[in-house]
């Protein structure tokens, strides 16, 4: 028994560790959001994550650290929400509902929410804290855009549009009734009918005009989502 205790022990601390970094790391969200960045210590983290000071600092080292580890949390719960490819014998509007329905989702979804008001808040005057996420951005495509382009090589969308702006006109037009109204203003996030007609609404009007044959990619999709209840 001693000996399965014992070889249990470097787990155990392992889990506690883990614990104790991840109840900083929301704690730090939740001071950045009540107090702003500027204003919020790492005395403050500390009482709010229930730890020592101490032990805020021997997992990081300066409150920067704590935002790079609040920015790192938002690219993998992004990058973990965001795969997609074109499969050719679908109707593009069937495919574009599955992708765009799960991004809603992921934009409803209060801890998601919670991190990029944080990120937000600390970046709009200081643009330099968010550089290293920019780079990441930078290097790696986007799978909206990548499915657009090679929605483009088989002929099913317009070619003489550049795919990073077909990308960012359809993510625009979601975003706007989606994420930021709840990001800026507070506004509740959106229920799933209105998910739903938003979705429907930007598959429409995006295939509509940049898809080769609008009517046959549109199949499949219900119009009575659009009317009003």
């Known amino acids: 028994m001693a000996f399965s205790l014992c070889n249990s022990c470097p787990s155990l601390l392992r889990r506690l560790t883990d614990k104790k970094k991840e109840a900083i790391v929301q704690a730090a969200v939740q001071e950045f959001r009540r107090l702003g960045y500027d204003a919020t210590s790492m005395d403050a983290i500390a009482a709010s994550a229930g730890v ?15 935002f790079a580890a609040i920015l790192q949390r938002l690219w993998e719960t992004v990058m973990v929400n965001d795969r997609f490819d074109f499969i050719a014998p679908q109707t593009l509007a069937s495919q574009l509902r599955q992708y765009l329905q799960q991004k809603i989702a992921l934009f409803s979804d209060p801890a998601f929410v919670d ?17 290293g996420m920019v780079e990441q951005l930078k290097q790696s495509e986007p799978v909206i855009v990548r499915w657009i382009r090679d929605a483009q090589a088989s002929g099913r969308l317009l070619a003489e549009y550049e795919p990073v702006d077909l990308g960012d006109l359809l993510m625009g037009q979601v975003k706007a009734v989606a994420l930021w109204p709840q990001i800026m203003m507070g506004q509740p996030p959106l229920d799933e009918l209105r998910r739903q007609r938003l979705a429907e609404m930007a598959i429409r009007q995006f295939l509509g005009t940049f898809s080769q044959q609008p009517d046959a990619e549109l ?7 659009l009317k009003n209840p």
Do not use: M, W
């Open 115 to 131: 991190l990029l008001r944080v990120i937000v808040a600390a970046t709009i005057h200081a643009p330099e804290r968010a550089r």
């Open 52 to 66: 020592s000071k101490r032990t805020v600092y021997n997992h990081f080292p300066g409150k920067e650290d704590l």
């Open 219 to 225: 199949q499949g999709l219900c119009g009575d989502t």
